[in-house]
């Protein structure tokens, strides 16, 4: 007997009933079983191509530290507070982007230097000024409200020349600074998101040094190599850290990934966790579609570089697809079956991540709740996806705020 028949009664009967190019139905029900069958290669790929954990050491006297700050008096004090158990203040530069709070005060109050902005001009513009202003051949660029706990600065990998920047394993917290928010079903969602892509997706391109994106949370850079290459970022915020990390590749060199847990602050809601992927991190992923192309293309990138890439644009290709695939079967109450095999295929392809990742301690696993929601999350984001390609349009065409930002007053302070 087959299986699926036990699961879902008359799968067998359903599945002999489809036929290829058959109706409009039929291609759409094997679109999306195609969609999921490339979905669950990438997934084996990954899992099965991951590389070692990496040694090192830590020179923290060759490493200032990098805060771009808009408005963030409230959270600074904690994040230096933990920052400064490696650097000393006088390595830690504060820029404050046109706060309208006392953020360039409570910086200096804390023993940083600090630069203030009278207009904002952006994380991107903040972050370029002060790296001309670095004294030390290292660069950590980190959020204002990024936790950096335990975590050593991989220095070595860079300075004995094994990579020119490192990807932290970055992780949202499980509270925010106030108390316990973070600790809800939104927060669990995200940190088996942010654990997944650590210990499968950085993991597997540090084989060849390759991980295509350095986290805006925190990164470790050459300072040189910074400096050499700001010129060429357009200075928009929503995937600025993306391009950054393009760049690096673009020009030859290579990021690896240090598996040191830092913590990030998540949206603690679902309005907010929406308005990050809509207005923040889709719209950024196809300001970068150039650069995918041109890394796709490039002799100097490794095949799992250009894999991920080929990836990324076949996501952005297919997405809308998807989305007008799941709106069909949704309402069309002959296809409302399949919409629960697909379910049922990708909770199966789901379940052996959910078993292996511990992304917080060796004994901590993501809640059963998040592996049955896990499937229609990603859906979500696939939707998401999809309505950020207008949300692109709108803000790089008509509102401007995501059209290059290179003249003199988008780096110099007023």
């Known amino acids: 007997m087959n299986p699926w028949a036990l699961l879902v009664p008359g799968f067998a009967s359903r599945l002999e009933g489809l036929s290829w190019p058959g109706s409009t139905a039929d291609r759409i029900v094997f679109t999306v079983l195609f969609c999921a069958l490339v979905d669950f290669v990438k997934l084996?790929?990954?899992?099965?191509?991951?590389?070692?954990?990496?040694?090192?050491?830590?020179d923290p006297t060759q490493v200032t530290a990098v805060i771009a700050s808009r408005n963030g008096a409230r959270v600074l004090p904690g994040t230096i507070?933990?920052?400064?158990?490696?650097?000393?203040g006088g390595h830690i530069?504060?820029?404050?982007?046109?706060?309208t709070d006392d953020t360039a005060d409570i910086a200096r109050s804390l023993g940083c230097e600090a630069h203030r902005f009278e207009r904002s001009k952006g994380k991107a513009s903040a972050i370029h000024y002060a790296i001309h202003r670095v004294r030390t051949p290292l660069v950590l660029l980190l959020d204002d409200d990024t936790r950096l706990g335990g975590a050593r600065l991989p220095t070595s990998l860079v300075l004995e020349g094994h990579a020119d920047a490192v990807?932290?394993?970055?992780l949202p917290d499980r509270r925010n600074r106030d108390g316990a928010r973070g600790n809800n079903f939104v927060g669990a969602v995200q940190r088996y998101e942010y654990g997944k892509s650590m210990e499968i997706g950085k993991r597997f391109h540090d084989v060849t040094q390759s991980v295509s994106c350095v986290s805006g949370a925190v990164g470790l850079f050459r300072t040189s190599d910074l400096n050499a290459l700001h010129h060429l970022h357009t200075c928009v915020f929503q995937g600025e850290d993306l391009q950054r990390s393009m760049l690096l590749l673009l020009s030859g060199r290579s990021i690896a990934f240090a598996d040191e847990p830092v913590w990030t602050v998540a949206p603690s809601a679902w309005w907010g966790w929406l308005r990050q992927r809509l207005l923040g991190w889709y719209p950024g992923i196809y300001h970068q579609t150039a650069n995918s192309l041109r890394l796709l293309g490039s002799r100097r990138s490794s095949w799992r570089l250009r894999y991920e890439m080929a990836y990324?644009?076949?996501?952005?290709?297919s997405d809308p697809l998807k989305t007008w695939s799941m709106i069909v079967i949704a309402f069309t109450p002959g296809l409302r079956f399949w919409g629960l095999v697909v379910y049922l295929i990708y909770l199966a392809f789901e379940t052996f991540p959910w078993w292996v990742i511990r992304s917080q301690g060796p004994r901590w696993r993501a809640p059963f709740g998040v592996l049955l929601f896990y499937p229609i999350y990603g859906a979500i984001n696939t939707v998401l996806r999809t309505l950020a390609l207008p949300v692109w349009a709108w803000k790089r065409h008509?509102?401007?705020s995501m059209r290059p930002r290179r003249g003199p007053l988008d780096r110099v302070a007023a």
């Open 81 to 88: 507070a933990e920052l400064r158990r490696s650097l000393a």
């Open 93 to 99: 530069m504060v820029v404050d982007d046109g706060s």
């Open 312 to 317: 990324g644009l076949y996501t952005l290709l």
């Open 398 to 400: 008509v509102s401007g």
């Open 44 to 58: 084996v790929i990954e899992l099965l191509g991951r590389s070692q954990r990496r040694d090192f050491t830590s």
């Open 167 to 170: 990807a932290f394993r970055v």
